[in-house]
């Protein structure tokens, strides 16, 4: 019996006709393997299962607009004619052009606008079709935890098997850095079997907020031509890579081009998460394949806001815009930052992303301590995680939930606090967070 949002689900063989008819027709498995059918941490942190004046830094998604001249462009896409009717299944051509003109300089590639640019229903419907088109049942995924929580269904669904490989982070640091998140390249090269066709790497990286190095990503593309493996490069965060940080696409590494493909988002890159436009790139051997189950899937994507997200890639240069975006995210990063250091609070200082790993190991709840059934048996993460909310007034996610059953137990010292929100509510958060100093051990 399993649950979903509070209802029950009978999985296996049906009822009998003459018994309970509420669940006549047996699932599929692969939503057991995927996780789907669990309570997800989005639906446990949720503002309708939390106090209504819980500032919520859980879940990210920003709480301020895309820049005027992006949805004034919205607007008047609105208002014309051809792009309230379908796409092309590539994407609209005016998008695609201002994809290949944004991204060539930093791919060090003339992109073919035909066969190497994707444009796709959010970056996680990209991924999903990559995923479609790719593995055969039992091809092993390797997914570097903590991962995105959508890698795992979207490879399970498509008959992948998922193989978990840590990052390691190292507690006995002095000052915190999320360059002291390791991969442990022994236990990488181990989870490499016959059966293993892809590996995802995430940079800037979602929890964690690590920017790989160039001599990681080296080391990786070693084993990917060794063993031949298919590369999904999620770079949705690359415009927010902080400090002066050197953001290293993937594919520009030797050999990488023609077994890799490029996840971006428009909706990391203009605060726009809701309008659903990603895109693709990478070679025609990879793009051809993922188009023909994207074109089964969506078909096609958002008309309107690919002119919209297509205008925003045309101008942003001129205004300055990934510019003075990176330097706001940075201040609003430093705010929440100061808020744990003047709680003497140990953290993974975000390199990139909008996310910060706060180590919740000294947090004392009381045992006692009314908890919902949907924590309950989970790790103490979870636990830690509702208690701040509900005392405190700040929501976080546990980060345990990024991970496998085994290595669970790595993630349940932090909670991601996400800062993709306005100065003032950041400042407010904060304050509201100095009361945890009489809760600390």
């Excluded at 997800?40 to 301020?64: E, R, T």
């Excluded at 920017?211 to 298919?230: D, G, M, Q, S, Y």
């Excluded at 659903?276 to 188009?291: F, H, K, N, Q």
Aim: glycine share 8%; hydrophobic share 40%; proline share 6%.
């Amino acid at each position: 019996m399993t649950s979903i949002s509070g209802t029950l689900i009978q999985s296996g063989k049906g009822p009998a006709l003459n018994g309970d008819r509420s669940n006549l027709i047996p699932f599929s498995s692969r939503l057991r393997g995927g996780r789907a059918l669990a309570q997800d941490v989005w639906s446990i942190y949720n503002v309708a299962n939390l106090p209504a004046d819980c500032i919520n830094l859980g879940q990210g998604y920003m709480n301020f607009s895309p820049p005027k001249w992006v949805t004034d462009a919205a607007d008047e896409a609105l208002r014309s004619l051809l792009p309230n009717h379908y796409s092309h299944p590539k994407g609209r051509i005016r998008l695609r052009n201002a994809i290949k003109n944004f991204y060539e300089k930093s791919f060090n590639r003339n992109l073919d606008v035909e066969n190497e640019i994707l444009v796709t229903s959010g970056a996680n419907q990209g991924q999903y079709s990559v995923f479609t088109a790719f593995l055969e049942q039992g091809d092993e995924v390797i997914l570097f935890e903590p991962f995105f929580d959508q890698y795992l269904p979207s490879v399970t669904f498509n008959g992948g098997t998922p193989v978990y490989v840590p990052l390691h982070p190292q507690t006995d640091a002095v000052t915190p850095n999320n360059s002291n998140w390791k991969i442990d390249f022994d236990e990488l090269r181990r989870a490499i079997t016959p059966k293993t066709k892809m590996i995802i790497i995430n940079t800037p990286h979602n929890p964690v907020g690590k920017v790989f190095t160039r001599e990681e990503l080296e080391k990786i593309a070693v084993l990917a031509e060794e063993f031949n493996l298919l590369v999904m490069a999620d770079e949705v965060y690359d415009c927010l890579v902080f400090d002066g940080k050197e953001h290293v696409r993937f594919a520009t590494l030797p050999g990488m081009w023609d077994r890799t493909v490029t996840v971006l988002s428009a909706g990391k890159a203009f605060a726009a998460t809701g309008w659903r436009v990603g895109w693709l790139i990478g070679p025609p051997s990879i793009i051809c394949p993922t188009l023909a189950a994207c074109t089964r899937i969506v078909f096609c994507s958002n008309s309107p806001l690919q002119e919209a997200a297509a205008a925003g890639l045309e101008q942003a240069a001129e205004r300055g815009f990934f510019e003075n975006q990176l330097k706001e995210y940075q201040e609003r990063r430093n705010i929440l930052l100061s808020a744990f250091d003047r709680l003497g609070m140990k953290y993974s200082h975000p390199e990139g992303s909008y996310f910060v790993l706060l180590d919740i190991s000294r947090v004392n709840f009381p045992e006692d301590y009314p908890f919902p059934e949907s924590v309950q048996g989970r790790g103490r993460d979870f636990k830690a995680c509702w208690f701040i909310a509900l005392e405190i007034g700040v929501s976080s996610i546990p980060v345990s939930e990024f991970y496998c059953e085994e290595h669970c137990t790595i993630g349940e010292n932090f909670a991601r606090f996400a800062f993709c929100k306005d100065e003032e509510t950041l400042r407010k958060a904060g304050e509201r967070l100095q009361g945890l100093a009489k809760y600390l051990v």
